[in-house]
């Protein structure tokens, strides 16, 4: 059984672009997640989408949004890129009632702003 | 609010046993995890405990849970080389909604020394 995917795994944007980053989750999951995980800050939460609705966001500025696709497939976009958006980005995904609230993730997606 | 703190680093040699803190502040926490990240990977779930539960092992792992103190450790046995990550201890802070949204901590990036 497939993993969770992302892709791309590497990205180069200059600042003020928009980057877009694509996640597949494990079939059979309805709920995705994205994590933020820059150099020396650990893992921010980012957004939410559990059947295909925003669920929750972290404390991000708003040109970082994202949605999820009826196959519960996602896509994060990051406008007005900035020099402190390098980072490595996390998708996950879950079942949406899952008991033990496992999540499952991807390899992520290395964006490298300059 | 939440907060999940772990020490950096931390190094041994192989053979010797490894413990890894983690301090959290939600005492309505329901889970608390494990994720171990490799280099140049994603994270994937090493273990969980269950908030009622004092102690959980699993081969190599023992996981300890004081309640009272807000305190979670991560014991390997026998460290190997292959055991070199980061280490991150995780939360679920209680939402009511539903949410598996976890907080992380900065993780530990042990290092085994051969």
């Known amino acids: 059984e497939a993993g969770v995917t992302q892709s791309p795994t590497h990205l180069i944007k200059t600042r003020g672009q928009q980057a877009t980053l694509r996640c597949s989750p494990i079939?059979?999951?309805?709920?995705v997640y994205w994590y933020q995980q820059a150099l020396g800050l650990g893992l921010q939460f980012l957004l939410w989408?559990?059947?295909?609705?925003?669920?929750n966001r972290g404390n991000f500025p708003p040109r970082f949004s994202g949605r999820q696709f009826p196959n519960y497939s996602s896509e994060l976009n990051v406008n007005a890129l900035e020099l402190e958006d390098s980072a490595l980005y996390l998708c996950?995904?879950?079942?949406?009632?899952?008991?033990?609230?496992?999540?499952?993730f991807g390899e992520g997606s290395r964006l490298t702003v300059l | 609010g939440e907060d999940v703190e772990q020490s950096l680093f931390l190094s041994v040699r192989e053979g010797d046993s490894s413990v890894i803190n983690c301090t959290y502040t939600?005492?309505?926490?329901?889970?608390l995890y494990w994720y171990k990240q490799e280099p140049g990977a994603g994270l994937q779930l090493l273990t969980y405990?269950?908030?009622?539960?004092d102690m959980k092992q699993d081969q190599r792992l023992t996981v300890l849970l004081n309640k009272k103190d807000k305190h979670l450790s991560l014991r390997i046995a026998d460290t190997q080389t292959g055991d070199s990550a980061i280490y991150f201890c995780?939360?679920?802070?209680?939402?009511?909604?539903?949410?598996?949204?976890?907080?992380f901590g900065k993780g530990t990036k042990l290092s085994v020394i051969p």
């Open positions: 996950a995904s879950s079942l949406s009632r899952a008991n033990t609230g496992e999540l499952f």
């Open positions: 079939s059979g999951h309805t709920s």
């Open positions: 989408y559990d059947e295909g609705e925003e669920r």
């Open positions: 939600d005492s309505s926490s329901t889970y």
């Open positions: 405990i269950f908030s009622n539960m």
């Open positions: 995780a939360e679920i802070p209680y939402s009511g909604a539903g949410s598996y949204q976890l907080t």
